[in-house]
Nanobody, 118 residues
């Protein structure tokens, strides 16, 4: 499985962005997918996670109520809708698939950069 993340950019605080993660391969629909982010000088952080059917997604406390993870298994694509963006959301965002353990995923995308100006 190869993952291609896109949708990052430079936006002002309060704006919205939608990140996409397009997967190749036939088994995407069976995998848990997640979005992580890593800000400069900080450790990688799990932002949101969705099981194969999208029920009961997980969100980090810092993004809960502002970000929404979703997926379209027919299109083999996962999304991260980010609203009310804050400067502290600035990071490189990575999508990942096939959860192997807590915060441990088998497949990773290349990352897409999000910069939020104040």
């Amino acid at each position: 499985v190869q993952l291609q993340a896109s949708g990052g950019g430079l936006v002002q605080a309060g704006s919205s962005l939608r990140l996409s993660c397009e997967a190749s391969g036939r088994t995407f629909s069976a995998y848990t997918v997640a979005w992580f982010r890593q800000a400069p000088g900080k450790e990688r952080e799990l932002v949101a996670e969705s099981s194969w059917n999208g029920i009961s997604p997980y969100y980090a406390a810092s993004v809960k109520g502002r970000f929404t993870i979703s997926r379209d298994n027919a299109k083999k694509t996962a999304y991260l809708q980010m609203n009310s963006l804050k400067p502290e959301d600035t990071a490189v965002y990575y999508c990942a698939a096939q959860k192997m353990g807590p915060h441990f995923y088998h497949y990773w995308g290349q990352g897409t950069e999000v910069t939020v100006s104040s």
